[in-house]
Every structure is written in C-alpha cells, then in structure tokens.
C-alpha cells in the first residue's frame, strides 16, 4: 500500500479540483442520513447515504465493470449488502459504487459500458442493506489501494454542516475501567483510549487531541483502509470498529498517556468546511 502521507496528498489536490460530481441533484451537506465513518452495526460505514430517492447519475465519465443484481455475491473489497448496483471504473484507479438501486432499475447498463458524467442509472429502491429505505448509498474507492475514500472529499460542498458536539468525555484504560470527566478530573497517570458520545448523525472529519498543548493523536475520516480483513480509520495506528465504537454510545478521539501531576487535555473536532468545535479539561494524575 502507498504511504498514507502520499494518498492524503493526492486526496487534497484531487478536492481541491472537486474530481466527482453528485451522483444526485446537490443536497445541503447537513442533509444526508448518513455519513461516511459512522458506526454501522458492527463495522464502520464506508458509505454516504443520500436522504432523497431521485435519479441518480455517473459523478464522472469512466467505465461500467460490474452490474450486481440484488442477493448476488459481491468481492472482498464490497462487504456490505449492495442491493442492485452499478459500479464504474474512472481514472486514478478510482470506483464509484451506486447501491441501493430500484429492482429493475440500473438505467439498461451492462458491464464494458461507457458512461459519461450525468449518465443515469435509475432511481433508488430497498434493495440493499437498508431494507425498507429507499436511498442512495454511494460509495468512492481506491482500488489500489483497496482503501474506501470519503466521497465529501471529492465532491462540490453546498451548504452549512450539522453541528459537532464534543460531550460526556470519558477515559478507558487497558483493563476497562472508566473515568467520565464530567464525574472526576482525578485518574491513576497511565495510557488511556479518550472517547466523546458518538453523535447519530452528524460525524466530524477529523479529531485531535492536546496534552499540554502538544497535539498527541489526529484521527482522520477521509479515508477507510483495510486491515486484517477488518476497515480501520487512521490515527497514529489503524483502529477497527471494536476500538472506534466500543459500543453505541461512544466515539474514539486518541489513545493518550496522561502523566503524573495537573495535564490540560484539549480536544478540536473539525467539520469538513474547516470549523473547529473545541473543549478543554484539567485533571490530575496519581
């Protein structure tokens, strides 16, 4: 796999030009009903889910390699249940996924196709993992790599961001046991996993984490990659969904080693347009 370092520089230069266009008629960004990153039953969500059911098109010209029929067997790099969907090959060794699809509804492609931006592939049905909902889910990925992008990175941003909040901090150490800050700033120093209340919808794209003013974890949800067969978030190391959402409720921001003595431990959760929401605490370490 490339250096992180060198896909993310490829990801900033490809946003900066906006390489996709939306595979539905734009939407206010704080309208989706889910984004990418989120919790998802057991995994992490390699998806953006539309809310609205309309015609949905080709973000960008490329080819046709595989049309999926609802109940088909999908590969390895597309774990989730698809539903009818259409998946289309563009430069850069970039896929765009449109699942989700209306049962005879994949606008007559084939595979070999070629589709140019605009081209539409039918409307949404219930076919795939979100039984009852008929919405797009779309997805961008790196096949190289086998790595999952965040399609916000790649497309226009119209529109305000659905408010972060950074509530009900709470520091887990390696046996499991729990110091909510909102109880006690006092805790034994040692390595803690810091988590927030995981909001339902709204998800940042990316959180960091200060002690003493030196920032100690960036985790970043602008990509998704796979390891040991698992999709992992980067921060200093991969975390799979079993240390990013413990559990319903919580969210990972870093793992941190609190020392001894009074620490200020700050953490910034910042929106994909750049806005920051922060907090600060001050505790003390036996």
Known sequence: MKHVATIALALGTA?????????????????FYSYFGQRRGET?????IFTDSEDIKAA???KVIAVISEHSAESDLFESTLGNAVIVAHKDNL???????????????????????GTEFGVCGNSGWQQGMANLEFQVVDAENKAFINPRVLMPRVGKELALSIQDIVAVNRKGAEYPFSLSKRLPAGTYYLYRRRQETAMPYRTTVFVNGAAVETIAYDMLVQNDKALCVIGQKHYPATLLYP???????AEIAI?????????VATDILGKETSLAYTIEAQ
């Open 60 to 62: 960008d010209s490329g």
């Open 247 to 253: 559990d319903d409720r919580h969210q990972l921001l």
């Open 95 to 117: 896929l765009t996924v449109y699942a989700n699809l209306d049962r005879d509804e994949t606008g007559g492609r084939d595979a070999l196709d070629r589709v140019e931006t």
């Open 259 to 267: 020392p001894k003595g009074r620490s200020t431990i700050s953490i």
């Open 44 to 48: 992490i969500s390699p998806s953006l």
């Open 15 to 31: 946003a900066a030009g906006f390489a996709f266009d939306w595979p539905q008629n734009a939407i206010q960004s704080d309208s």
